[in-house]
């Protein structure tokens, strides 16, 4: 044991890391530790009161597709129509594309990413 060693431990300072404290850490929750960096991502949302669609609207137009959860909001119907109203006019601004894909879901995209909302049968 040398003695910067000796004198780490007496700090309290150690070269010792806990990973799954590492990777706990909140500095961590937006690190994808198992892919290489990409241009955009899609990101699941919960949208749980009205505020949560400026963080929609920024990740958006940092060019990311957004999946929003709305069943919290479901239970509050008219706020819920707002929002869902405000959304598909900012997607309409943007050139991007909105649109529920079940009760629960709604797919949102960034500006030149169309979602094709007809339903056919696989080619043969």
């Given at each position: 044991?040398?003695?910067?060693?000796?004198?780490?431990?007496?700090?309290?300072?150690s070269k010792e890391i806990n990973?799954?404290?590492?990777?706990?850490?909140?500095?961590?929750?937006?690190?994808?530790v198992m892919h290489e960096p990409a241009d955009h991502y899609v990101k699941p949302v919960?949208?749980?009161q009205q505020t949560d669609v400026d963080l929609?609207?920024?990740?958006?137009?940092?060019?990311?597709?957004?999946?929003l959860?709305?069943?919290e909001m479901s239970k509050r119907p008219n706020t819920l129509k707002s929002i869902v109203d405000d959304l598909k006019g900012y997607a309409d601004k943007i050139d991007g594309d909105i649109a529920r894909l079940d009760a629960e879901k709604i797919l949102l995209t960034?500006?030149?990413?169309?979602?094709v909302k007809t339903k056919r049968a696989p080619s043969k």
């Open positions: 044991m040398g003695i910067f060693d000796k004198l780490g431990k007496t700090l309290g300072v990973l799954e404290e590492y990777m706990n850490a909140a500095e961590m929750e937006d690190v994808d919960s949208l749980q929609i609207k920024k990740e958006l137009n940092g060019g990311n597709i957004v999946l959860n709305i069943t960034p500006g030149k990413i169309k979602i």
